[in-house]
């Protein structure tokens, strides 16, 4: 459907995370395909939720899933494009390796909860944004209140300066924005952090070893 999809309109098509069987075992995947609707690249979800938070929320997913282990990126026309899904926007560095890659859009298909959705969610796609300084695009399932997941929602788009540019409440909606490529070079050039990094620091040694 996403490949006949992507095809009839002439798009590159990111579909949402779906569970996907591979030799045995169970894996949370996004599939991307071109406009000739061909599936181009397949992320599957690198770091599985594991978390307790008293009283809210507790979720094991590493008892049902299996993580992936590789990074996903595809090229377009018009830039580079990462993926992760989910709980993969939390850790920094794999939206740092992206745009280390020339990554001017990452998109996370999610689905935050009711706990830390409204704590986390648009705090950690403005994060990302201005750290790499590019365009995070997330995207959540509406809501349903009688699911035993109930999605926060909240599809949303923050651009290279950490500005929310669309965005969408918990119901169900078509979130558009342009990406402006422009502008990307624009923020980078304003604000060099990336040639003003300093790696000859950031590595941890610790106290006493020889290295
Ligand atoms: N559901 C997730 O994978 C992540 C999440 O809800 C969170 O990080 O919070």
Redesign the pocket.
């Given at each position: 459907m996403l490949q006949a999809s992507a095809r009839e309109n002439n798009v590159y098509l990111i579909g949402g995370s779906i569970p996907e069987e591979d030799g045995g075992k169970l894996y949370?995947t996004c599939t991307v395909y071109n406009p000739d609707g061909n599936l181009i690249a397949k992320h599957r979800?690198i770091?599985?939720?594991d978390?307790d938070v008293p009283g809210k929320?507790k979720?094991q997913?590493s008892e049902t899933l299996s993580p992936g282990n590789s990074l996903t990126l595809f090229d377009t026309p018009y830039c580079k494009i990462g993926i992760g899904?989910?709980?993969?926007?939390?850790f920094a560095e794999i939206a740092q390796l992206y745009a280390k890659k020339d990554c001017k859009l990452l998109v996370y298909p999610?689905?935050?909860?009711m706990?830390?959705?409204p704590?986390?969610?648009e705090l950690?796609q403005r994060a990302r944004a201005i750290d790499n300084q590019l365009y995070v695009a997330t995207v959540s399932p509406a809501r349903d209140d009688k699911a035993t997941?109930i999605a926060?929602g909240h599809s949303t788009v923050a651009n290279p300066w950490g500005e929310v540019t669309a965005t969408t409440e918990h119901e169900e909606k078509i979130v558009y924005c342009d990406i402006d490529l422009d502008y990307v070079d624009q923020v980078r050039n304003q604000i060099p952090i990336r040639s003003q990094k300093r790696n000859d620091l950031y590595e941890v040694h610790e106290k006493g070893s020889d290295s």
């Open positions: 949370n979800k770091h599985l939720f978390i929320i979720f997913e899904i989910c709980y993969d926007i939390r999610g689905a935050f909860n706990t830390t959705g704590a986390h969610w950690l997941y926060w």
